[in-house]
């Protein structure tokens, strides 16, 4: 006799919920079956655009083609984001994806940067990293660098229509055996003598059965909040932004292949261009401004006109206590809020499906299981609400929003991450943590966040040796980017999208 197959229920069906289904129809062989249960008259975010390279490992798994996905969301490609106003008003830097410079021997590229600086020979950072050079220019390239070896490939992720991605991914998922339930479900019932979900009820009395659910309800977080009582753990005193107010604007001619987040008075607004329309949104404290001033805010800095009325968007930042209870697992806005200035949300979602994968149960789960996966989980939030904090606390601006930053205790690793970088440039990162050093890097630097040491081995050679050193790769950089066709025409040749997106 076989075993009945291990029955996965996905409640939700957001970016969370699909991109959840798409895997598990992808990878999950016969032992199991796969349900999405979702509702139309609730709908979803839909505003999750914005996403970083890693994305592309996860199309990579599922055997997507790139350009048909380009085309089916509307996407473009995407090098880096630009914060605008963070460090003062006016200022601006990138983070860039991909490598800065070039290091020497055992020593990092960053130093002989600092050092080079001091001497007045360097050139801004920006100039050392080919995606930002890109992304400057307006030009995007896939593949190898065509002028010179010793440049690497540019990584790139994109920007999309999450209301697309939702869909495209539906259809990958239904045609691998996932069964999509419509309906608004009503009730969570729990087996009494185990504590574990066992039934979701619907508001026609269907019910759907489980033995492993995947909580991907959004913020409202029905069976690992309402049922499980996972708890939260609230951030609001470190990221006080609670609110956020989204519109679409028609495209521009400037199709820009990064991300823009520029800081105003109380919090900071996004721009992200897909091909059909430009997505943007205005992140906002409501303890600093009200409603009216962001809506206000928002529609006077859109460069092209809106499509839509705003969409107002509310949140608490912070995370699920335990992101996995019983046998629930929360995936998504399910599992808590971090808000999208490092577009990390859908790549959250993405790493914990790998989690899923790798530590997937059997009918039965063990709590070591549970354990682990809670504690990667946690750790992979702590560190990039780290790294998102880190974009406000050394600024210069004069607004109250912005002086209370400045004075915000911070996190002990965060802390510990900045006193060693303050008094040595030396910058560590734990293998499970998202972000790299060079990213540390841009923000750091691109802050003014300036340490009071580099590594004594970059005072060794002399000013003009480093200097001439400095000099080389902006050099190769410029000639690289010159003949990278733009990013407009790049799409248009590879993966421009049908007209009726537009429509
Ligand atoms: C302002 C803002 C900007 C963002 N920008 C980015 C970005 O640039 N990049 C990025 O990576 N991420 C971004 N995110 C995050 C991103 O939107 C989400 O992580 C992503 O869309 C996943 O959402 P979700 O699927 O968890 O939730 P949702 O999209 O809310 O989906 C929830 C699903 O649950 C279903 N549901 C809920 N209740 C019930 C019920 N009772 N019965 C049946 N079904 C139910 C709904 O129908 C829906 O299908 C942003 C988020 C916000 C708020």
Redesign the pocket.
Same mark, same amino acid.
């Given at each position: 006799m076989t075993n009945p197959p291990i029955r996965i229920v996905i !409640?939700?069906?957001? +970016? =969370?919920?699909w991109m959840c289904a798409a895997a598990l129809g992808r990878f999950l062989g016969a032992g199991f079956t796969v349900t999405l249960?979702? +509702?139309?008259d609730?709908?979803?975010?839909?505003?999750?655009? =914005?996403?970083i390279p890693q994305i592309r490992l996860f199309n990579q798994a599922l055997g997507i083609d790139e350009d048909d996905f380009v085309r089916a969301t509307g996407a473009t490609f995407k090098l880096g984001i630009e914060f605008v106003g963070w460090g003062a008003p006016g200022e601006r830097y990138m983070h860039a994806f991909g490598n800065v410079g070039r290091d020497s021997g055992l020593l990092a590229f960053h130093h002989s940067w600092l050092r080079g600086h001091r001497d007045g020979v360097a050139r801004p950072l920006g100039d050392y990293s080919l995606n930002d050079q890109a992304a400057r220019a307006g030009r995007m390239q896939r593949g190898p660098a065509r002028t010179a070896s010793v440049l690497p490939d540019m990584p790139y992720a994109f920007h999309f229509d !999450?209301g697309l991605y939702a869909a495209y991914l539906r259809r990958f998922a239904e045609a691998r055996g996932v069964a999509r339930v419509e309906?608004?479900?009503?009730e969570v019932v729990r087996d009494g003598e185990s504590g574990d979900v066992a039934t979701l009820v619907l508001d026609d009395d269907r019910r759907v059965e489980g033995d492993l659910f995947l909580d991907?309800?959004?913020?409202?977080a029905?069976l690992i909040e309402d049922a499980l009582a996972a708890g939260f753990e609230d951030w609001t005193h470190w990221l006080p932004c609670d609110r956020?107010m =989204?519109v679409p604007s028609a495209r521009t001619d400037d199709l820009t292949p990064y991300?823009r987040a520029s800081a105003h008075r109380a919090g900071w607004q996004?721009r992200?261009p897909l091909q059909h329309r430009t997505g943007n949104?205005i992140?906002y404290s409501s303890r600093h401004m009200s409603d009216a001033a962001a809506r206000d805010h928002l529609l006077a800095n859109l460069d092209g006109v809106p499509l839509a009325e705003p969409r107002p968007?509310r949140?608490t930042t912070g995370r699920r206590r335990e992101l996995w209870k019983a046998n629930v697992i929360a995936?998504?806005? =399910?599992s808590g809020?971090l808000?999208?200035l490092e577009?990390?949300?859908?790549?959250?979602?993405q790493s914990a499906i790998e989690r899923v994968l790798k530590l997937l149960p059997g009918r039965s789960v063990a709590q070591s299981l549970r354990d682990e996966y809670n504690r990667q989980a946690t750790f992979e939030y702590d560190r990039i609400r780290d790294f998102i904090l880190l974009h406000y606390i050394a600024n210069r601006r004069d607004e109250r929003f912005w002086r209370e930053r400045r004075e915000t205790a911070l996190p002990d690793t965060l802390r510990a991450k900045l006193d060693l970088w303050q008094a040595s440039a030396q910058i560590t990162r734990e293998h499970e943590e998202l972000f790299t050093e060079v990213g540390w890097l841009q923000v750091l630097i691109g802050q003014g966040i300036m340490p009071d040491r580099f590594h004594p081995i970059a005072e060794t050679p002399s000013t003009d040796q480093i200097a001439e050193f400095l000099d080389i790769l902006p050099k190769l950089n410029a000639r690289e980017v010159a003949q990278m066709p733009g990013h407009a025409d790049f799409i248009a040749r590879h993966c421009a999208a049908p007209r009726e997106l537009a429509a």
């Open positions: !409640a939700g069906g957001g +970016s =969370a919920g249960v979702e +509702s139309d609730i709908g979803i975010v839909g505003v999750g655009e =914005a996403t !999450a309906g608004r479900i009503v991907c309800t959004g913020f409202r029905l956020a =989204a991300t996004w992200i949104g992140v968007l949140f995936i998504g806005l =399910a809020f808000e999208p577009s990390t949300s859908i790549h959250m979602i």
